[in-house]
């Protein structure tokens, strides 16, 4: 039938383009920040929005469970901790196109977190 399509396909995938992008730009950044910076706030902003992404991620791969916190591993690792949260959300809103609202609050929270640490 033309218009239809089988479960599964592109056309039920929620486009996470914009949020793999906005993850990897802002992690980049984290990454190549002096130390002073990361330790003049800029790390707990970054981990903050690392704990939200990965939360938003866990509670669409497990309704139910209480999401396991990220730990404050030093300033070093949250460009790598913003990088691997962001990308677990993405993965997880693909299969779910009716989650766009949570695909937007991120990237609102994403550009948050990169006016308020100045990257």
């Given at each position: 039938?033309a218009?239809?399509?089988?479960?599964g396909?592109?056309?039920?995938?929620?486009?996470?383009?914009p949020?793999?992008?906005?993850?990897?730009?802002?992690?980049?950044?984290?990454?190549?920040?002096?130390q002073?910076?990361?330790?003049?706030?800029?790390?707990?902003?970054?981990?903050?929005?690392?704990?939200?992404?990965?939360?938003?991620?866990?509670?669409?791969?497990?309704?139910g469970?209480?999401?396991?916190?990220?730990?404050?591993?030093?300033?070093?690792?949250?460009?790598?901790?913003?990088?691997?949260?962001?990308?677990?959300?993405?993965?997880?809103?693909?299969?779910?196109?009716?989650?766009?609202?949570?695909?937007?609050?991120?990237?609102?929270?994403?550009?948050?977190a990169?006016?308020?640490?100045?990257?």
């Amino acid at each position: 039938m033309a218009g239809t399509h089988a479960p599964g396909t592109l056309a039920d995938m929620l486009d996470c383009t914009p949020l793999r992008s906005a993850v990897d730009r802002l992690a980049s950044r984290f990454r190549a920040l002096p130390q002073s910076r990361l330790r003049g706030g800029a790390a707990e902003t970054g981990l903050e929005l690392a704990r939200w992404l990965a939360a938003e991620a866990q509670r669409l791969e497990f309704p139910g469970r209480e999401p396991a916190l990220i730990p404050d591993d030093g300033a070093f690792t949250v460009g790598d901790q913003i990088a691997v949260a962001g990308n677990d959300l993405a993965l997880a809103l693909e299969q779910r196109p009716e989650c766009g609202e949570v695909l937007e609050a991120a990237l609102v929270r994403i550009d948050g977190a990169a006016r308020r640490s100045g990257v």
